[in-house]
């Protein structure tokens, strides 16, 4: 059984940081990497519990695409993933901050990138 893959409001505002910073050279290579990085997110749809769970940080798991860190949770009894944050792994984590006031989830498909608002 698949699982619906969502989206915070803090992991949108993660992929059009990344892009911005990207596009700041190349809007094209910013395009492709953000659609690579939400599809490696979109992927958690099968099998999301295959990574274990942090140990600071109760029913949240991470998968790691390049130079990045995927962040998310898992709820299994509802079938779904959320997708916490995108984090760059070179960043300090002690600054990441995960949970966040109950705000609406916004689902993610392959070709979510454009539907965020990036060009």
Known sequence: MEY???LTLKSRRDLTAIWNYIARNDREAATAFCHELAQQAYLLKIFPERNLELPE???VRKISYQSYLIFYEVYADQNRVKILRFWHSARDQSNL???EQP???YSISPGA???M???
């Open 57 to 59: 940080r109760r029913n």
């Open 117 to 119: 608002g990036m060009p």
């Open 113 to 115: 990138v454009p539907a």
């Open 4 to 6: 619906k893959v969502t």
């Open 97 to 99: 901050r995960l949970k």
């Open 103 to 105: 705000s609406a989830a």
